[in-house]
């Protein structure tokens, strides 16, 4: 089975950041780049089923990103993964979810899978509108917010997280999943996988090599940032005093009604 | 916010990839594993053995080894790095990752037969097995070549008795590479053996008591006849020249170890002298604390290149024990410096556990003692400069 796993390269969420005021985009120049901390849990999730179906399964990364980023989809090789494969071109810059979405299908169909696995979500554009765009374009089921993910005689069968519980789905193969944190922590890249990572192979695709229609990039994009603002300050917390647990919990029991919030 | 290190230098621009990915994987690891439970298992006097595993998944032990034993086949800066961080978290962490790679698993690889590595390195590296080094006596420290433990014809084998003493992770340990003179011969005949747990006559009890190292087990070893099979001497070792190679590679881990120490104390200080304020301002706006942050850092920067460099010179297979030497000695001295004066920066909070400075600070006092002392290493140069000894 071929287990493909989806991987934005992003600019290092603990590192400040700013937005340039004319293009309204994040200015990266000065950060690091690194794998997107979500897709780190579906990496995770990917090498769990490979390690539990064993035999031929194989976990490849697909990110699409500027070619100057390659040698960080190292990590994802040296936690586990087999290969890479990194679309890129000049012509992409600027895309759109739709336009994401779109270009990495046809990299994705090109690659070959039998089961795509992307994060939730990634820490900058934090969307979270790719992988539903993703299983559309590639025409597969698709299935969001999987805490679990099984693999079982070509069907599969997943943990859908809700905000009341989960549901459990299953579907057939090939199929797109979307994962939770709850699948698993992410793995520590180990010192052999870091020097076995440096034998893997991280494969380029242009878009000449793949069947595209009509404009891609920032001029294929059907939405277009207006404006881009702060978030407000948050109000101060407020401590709350109180002689004993019991009084202490009252007072955050009547704050909390008063917020109508229970 | 995950950990950034102290790197003046941007020393971190001239390390590989690897290096780096090596380093980054430990210090997470540190970060999530150790140092949550590091201060408790101190206090208690306890070495966190539930991280043996953890750390034998990740190919901490014995990491700068072949492939072909099961090790990760790094760089000796890489191997650096990861020591570097491992004392960041604590010096017992790191003693028992140098005891297992460098003198217990370097051993059977210097010295060890064909069977004796495929028996013993893959289960070391992976922390199945854990493995102890049993040079030094009760009357015999710094002067091993003295020892009184014997290895005496047996059979096809030996009878060892005698007794070695200040052995870390002596009474955890599955294999003994135990040092003896062979047949009562001079420091010529001292050779090592692979004395595994349970053998009749072969028993370890820990010291108790320290003030240092508190997260490690320190051991006597007794030997009263033990009979040993032929098979367990390391057929290449020979003289006291054998268990000295082990130690140059334990010392080449315990400079940058030691780093790691230093850099944990320097970044707590740093950060107290930013918020602690007294007379209305931080103290780190006042000049005095201004300039011990300044020669903390000073002395950190020039062990990192110093550490650097050896690293360097061990990968290209140039490095001389004495400049070994130089660096243990230099590095650990300054590390239980910076972790001095980072206490004292701290005021009274300095000498609570849930700061690291005195934590670290007590345990370099073993660092410094360990592996040679400080006073050793200079009569080593002293000895490499004029080539007359001091001894
Ligand atoms: C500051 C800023 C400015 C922007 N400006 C514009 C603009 O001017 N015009 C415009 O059209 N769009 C703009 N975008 C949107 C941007 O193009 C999106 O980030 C992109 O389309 C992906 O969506 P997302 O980041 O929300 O991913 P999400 O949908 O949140 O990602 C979910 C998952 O999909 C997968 N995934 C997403 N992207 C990739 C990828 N590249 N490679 C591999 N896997 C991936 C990962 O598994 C990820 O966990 C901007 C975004 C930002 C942050
Ligand atoms: C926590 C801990 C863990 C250890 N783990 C191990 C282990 O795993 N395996 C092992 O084999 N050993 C181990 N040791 C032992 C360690 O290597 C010895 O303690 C060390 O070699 C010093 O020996 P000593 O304690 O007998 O001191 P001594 O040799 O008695 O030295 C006492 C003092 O005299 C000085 N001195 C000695 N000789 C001279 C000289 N010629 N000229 C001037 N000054 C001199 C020393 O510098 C020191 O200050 C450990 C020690 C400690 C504290």
Redesign the pocket.
């Known amino acids: 089975m071929k287990i493909v796993v989806t991987v934005k390269l992003v600019p290092d969420p603990n590192a400040e950041k700013k937005i340039d005021a004319g293009s309204k985009r994040l200015v990266r120049t000065g950060i690091e780049t690194v794998l997107n901390p979500y897709d780190e849990y579906a990496i995770e999730g990917a090498l769990k089923i490979k390690e539990s179906l064993g035999g031929d399964t194989t976990v490849t990364i697909f990110s699409m990103a500027p070619a100057a980023s390659k040698e960080v989809l190292r990590k994802a090789l040296a936690m586990g993964a087999d290969d890479a494969v990194l679309l890129t071109d000049p012509a992409l810059e600027g895309s759109d979810v739709r336009g994401t979405a779109y270009a990495m299908a046809q990299g994705i169909k090109q690659t070959g899978f039998d089961l795509v696995i992307c994060g939730g979500l990634a820490d900058d554009g934090s969307t979270g509108g790719v992988p539903g765009a993703l299983a559309e374009y590639l025409g597969v089921p698709g299935f969001t917010n999987c805490r679990q993910v099984e693999v079982a005689g070509g069907t599969l069968k997943v943990q859908r997280e809700t905000d009341s519980g989960y549901q459990v789905v299953s579907g057939p193969l090939p199929a797109l999943v979307s994962v939770t944190m709850a699948i698993g922590e992410p793995r520590y890249a180990s010192l052999k996988g870091i020097m076995g990572a440096k034998k893997k192979s991280i494969a380029t695709l242009a878009l000449a090599a793949l069947s595209v229609d009509g404009a891609v990039g920032g001029d294929g994009a059907k939405t277009e940032v207006r404006a881009v603002a702060a978030p407000p300050v948050r109000e101060k917390a407020r401590v709350v005093e109180a002689p004993d647990g019991a009084a202490g919990a009252r007072a955050i029991f009547d704050l909390l009604k008063e917020k109508k919030l229970v | 916010m995950p950990y950034a290190g102290t790197d003046f230098y941007n020393l971190d621009a001239a390390l590989s990839a690897e290096q780096r990915q090596a380093r980054d994987t430990v210090r997470a690891f540190v970060d999530d594993r150790v140092l949550p439970v590091i201060e408790d298992a101190w206090l208690e006097g306890r070495f966190p053995s539930e991280l043996v595993p953890l750390l034998g998944t990740l190919g901490v032990f014995g990491a700068n080894l072949p492939e072909e034993y099961g090790c990760a086949g790094m760089d000796n800066v890489a191997y650096g790095l990861i020591m570097q961080e491992l004392e960041r978290g604590d010096s017992g962490l790191r ?1 028992f990752a140098s ?1 297992q790679g460098a ?1 217990v698993m370097y051993p059977i690889f210097a010295f060890g037969s064909e069977e004796q590595r495929k028996r013993w390195l893959p289960a070391l590296a992976k922390g199945e097995k854990i493995g ?5 006596e009760p009357d ?4 091993p070549a003295g020892m009184l433990t014997r290895a005496r014809r047996h059979g096809d084998g030996w009878l060892l008795s005698g007794s ?7 009474s955890r340990a599955d294999v003994a590479v135990v040092w003896a003179k062979v047949d009562d011969g001079d420091a010529d005949s001292i050779r090592g053996f692979l004395v595994e747990r349970g053998w009749p006559g072969f028993s370890a009890r820990d010291q108790k008591g ?1 003030h ?2 508190r997260a ?1 087990d ?1 051991s006597e070893l007794a030997f009263s006849d033990v009979e040993l099979p032929a098979q367990s001497v390391l057929p290449k070792s020979g003289g006291l020249k054998s268990p000295l190679m082990c130690l140059t590679q334990a010392r080449y881990g315990i400079a940058w170890g030691a780093i790691g120490a230093a850099m944990a104390c320097f970044e707590q200080a740093l950060e107290y002298s930013k918020t602690r304020v007294m007379f209305d301002v931080p103290i780190g706006a006042k000049q005095i604390q201004q300039e011990h942050l300044a020669e903390m850092l000073t002395e950190i920067t020039k062990a990192q290149l110093l550490a650097y460099q050896l690293g360097r010179l061990k990968d290209a297979g140039t490095m001389k024990p004495a400049q070994v030497s130089l660096a243990k000695r230099n590095n650990v001295d300054m590390a239980c410096n910076v972790a001095r004066a980072a206490r004292r920066m701290l005021g009274a909070n300095g000498i609570l556990a849930e700061y690291v400075p005195m934590r670290h600070m007590a345990n370099l006092e ?1 660092v410094y ?8 290493h200079a ?1 080593i140069l002293g000895q490499a400069l004029t080539g007359m000894s ?2």
Do not use: P, R
């Open positions: 003693s005891v003198l102890c080094f049993g040079l030094t015999f420290g710094s002067n070695k003493m200040w052995i870390t992770n002596g320290k240092s190292l490690s320190t073993s003692t360990y592996e040679g002392t400080h006073d050793v009569l001091a001894f």
